[in-house]
């Protein structure tokens, strides 16, 4: 089956505790990206990657870091979390090409204490 | 700067009723438009796009959007809507040759019995 699948799918932490979502897709997919959703804000893009070893800085990528070392993973590292980065995350991969859908994953509820 | 706006955040609806979601973005190049629809507790997934062609576009469920150029919108309808549809839909753009996906804020849809 076709899937985006992110870990862990909940997770309560406290400040300045290091911590990693992981992300992996198998559908072969260039480009992935990370999105954090806040009420009334919709989906605001952290980091997105167009292949391995590929990266650039969304809209909001103050405190959080990337990597993609393999197409299929692209984890999402809090170095020092704080409660400002509270909020529900979302992982998502499409093919090449802007006019290509994206598939999400389930995503992540993240609360920093 | 480009955005989409989502000009209801809640729209309340009885059951067979007729609805519209209503999405304006800002660009003056060439968009690639999406409907992506999210039911409680899961990710995204795509409900209809509009990459060129017929501005009439036909998605899953019943759902279509019609693109206007000249208003600069993309705005969803159904006839006659279901409990099950009550979700939260998001707008969303993206641009010829470009990496990233602008969200609006969502629109919470309830279907009331």
């Known amino acids: 089956e076709a899937q985006v699948t992110q870990n862990p799918r909940y997770l309560i932490t406290v400040t300045g505790k290091k911590l990693t979502v992981t992300c992996s897709q198998n559908m072969n997919h260039e480009y992935m990206s990370w999105y954090r959703q806040d009420p009334g804000l919709g989906l605001r893009q952290i980091y997105y990657s167009m292949n391995v070893e590929v990266t650039d800085k969304g809209d909001v990528p103050e405190g959080y870091k990337v990597s993609r070392k393999e197409k299929r993973n692209f984890p999402l590292i809090l170095e020092s979390p704080s409660p400002n980065q509270t909020s529900l995350y979302f992982c998502?991969?499409?093919?090449?090409?802007?006019?290509?859908?994206?598939?999400f994953g389930p995503g992540t509820r993240l609360t920093v204490l | 700067a480009q955005s989409v706006t989502q000009l209801d955040s809640q729209v309340p609806v009885f059951e067979e009723a007729p609805v519209e979601l209503r999405c304006n973005y800002s660009s003056s190049v060439s968009v690639y438009l999406f409907w992506y629809v999210q039911y409680p507790n899961q990710g995204l997934q795509l409900l209809l796009k509009y990459l060129s062609g017929s501005t009439l576009v036909k998605g899953i469920n019943g759902f279509e959007a019609e693109f206007n150029k000249s208003q600069t919108s993309f705005h969803l309808r159904k006839p006659s809507v279901h409990i099950s549809d009550t979700a939260e839909y998001f707008c969303a753009v993206s641009y010829t040759g470009g990496f990233k996906t602008i969200f609006g804020a969502g629109t919470r849809l309830f279907v009331k019995a």
């Open positions: 998502a991969s499409r093919r090449e090409g802007s006019y290509n859908e994206q598939f």
